[in-house]
């Protein structure tokens, strides 16, 4: 059974630090590229960071470059986000997704897995 489970989210204040990490069960780890993805109430999914566990590549989107890290733990079929300089509008479920592009997709339709999803609230 292929499962992605997220954790690590929580309430933090502006300015603070929150790690997500993504566990990945039932597939293949490395053949697969794995991408954090946010939805804030009444807006739609968008792309956060992807890393590509087949050649190491990473992406950031411009709103969190700079402030979020994405790595990966092959041997613990893991992967991380380590998001520092919160701010409110960070605020959103997060939800990490699986594909078998080698490249990192900015459309969902392209992931074939995802997790429930963790909270993450940064107050002001």
């Known amino acids: 059974e292929v499962q992605l489970v997220e954790s690590g989210g929580g309430l933090v204040q502006a300015g603070g630090s929150l790690r997500l990490s993504c566990a990945a069960s039932?597939?293949?780890?490395?053949?697969?590229?794995i991408a954090w993805f946010r939805q804030a109430p009444g807006k739609e999914r968008e792309g956060v960071s992807c890393i590509s566990n087949s050649n190491g590549n990473t992406y950031y989107d411009d709103s969190v470059r700079g402030r979020f890290t994405i790595s990966s733990d092959n041997a613990k079929n893991t992967v991380y986000l380590q998001m520092n300089s919160l701010k409110p509008r960070d605020t959103a479920v997060y939800y990490c997704?699986?594909?078998?592009?080698?490249?990192?997709?900015?459309?969902?339709?392209?992931?074939?897995?995802w997790g429930q999803g963790t909270q993450v609230t940064v107050s002001s």
């Open positions: 997704a699986a594909t078998t592009a080698r490249t990192c997709p900015q459309e969902t339709y392209n992931y074939d897995y």
């Open positions: 039932g597939f293949t780890f490395d053949d697969y590229a």
